[in-house]
T-cell receptor, first 118, second 109 residues
Framework: KAGVTQTPRYLIKTRGQQVTLSCSPISGHRSVSWYQQTPGQGLQFLFEYFSETQRNKGNFPGRFSGRQFSNSRSEMNVSTLELGDSALYLC?????????????????FGPGTRLTVT | QQQVKQSPQSLIVQKGGISIINCAYENTAFDYFPWYQQFPGKGPALLIAIRPDVSEKKEGRFTISFNKSAKQFSLHIMDSQPGDSATYFCAARGDKIIFGKGTRLHILP
């Protein structure tokens, strides 16, 4: 079974631009979560989608948004990029949403998209 | 405000030794505590997880010990191998999942 795929793997953008990152979950998984990973702040939760609905959101500004499509693929968008948005953006998929029990909640991470803002 | 505190930040262990990483949490509503392993250039991978109604869970060389009253849990890696050299993250799940800052583990050959 193919794992979680993220595209692109690397991205360089200029401050003020916007960016869209894509995540394809494991086949059959309906939940997708996004995380930002930086050396200083570590792994921080951005948002979670299940069945095309945002179920949860982390403490990030409104410039960060996402969506999920009917095939469970997800995109996240960052508008008006700032230097501090440079990070590894990780997507994780699971069978069920947060608060699921057992195997339904085990999250599988993709390799991430390395975003550099200059 | 960080709700999951992980220590140490880095750890060096001799091959064959026991690696121990500790985490403490504040929110008693957390109901699921996973540990992740991350190699450079890769996303985190689930290693082992525990629920608060269990005090210990073992999978191969990896054991989670959980102390609900102290709000602490730890990962023990027995017979540590050079291939275990990676960054380890503890996490706790409530309405959302909170990660520790990570421990960079290096196993000396």
């Amino acid at each position: 079974k193919a794992g979680v795929t993220q595209t692109p793997r690397y991205l360089i953008k200029t401050r003020g631009q916007q960016v869209t990152l894509s995540c394809s979950p494991i086949s059959g998984h309906r939940s997708v979560s996004w995380y930002q990973q930086t050396p200083g702040q570590g792994l921080q939760f951005l948002f979670e989608y299940f069945s095309e609905t945002q179920r949860n959101k982390g403490n990030f500004p409104g410039r960060f948004s996402g969506r999920q499509f009917s095939n469970s693929r997800s995109e996240m968008n960052v508008s008006t990029l700032e230097l501090g948005d440079s990070a590894l953006y990780l997507c994780a998929s699971s069978l069920g949403p947060s608060r699921s029990l057992g195997l339904n909640y085990e999250q599988y991470f993709g390799p991430g998209t390395r975003l550099t803002v200059t | 405000q960080q709700q999951v505190k992980q220590s140490p930040q880095s750890l060096i262990v001799q091959k064959g030794g026991i690696s121990i990483i500790n985490c403490a949490y504040e929110n008693t509503a957390f109901d699921y505590f996973p540990w992740y392993q991350q190699f450079p250039g890769k996303g985190p991978a689930l290693l082992i997880a525990i629920r608060p109604d269990v005090s210990e869970k073992k999978e191969g060389r990896f054991t989670i010990s959980f102390n609900k009253s102290a709000k602490q849990f730890s990962l023990h890696i027995m017979d540590s191998q050079p291939g275990d050299s990676a960054t380890y993250f503890c996490a706790a799940r409530g309405d959302k999942i909170i990660f520790g800052k990570g421990t960079r583990l290096h196993i000396l050959p």
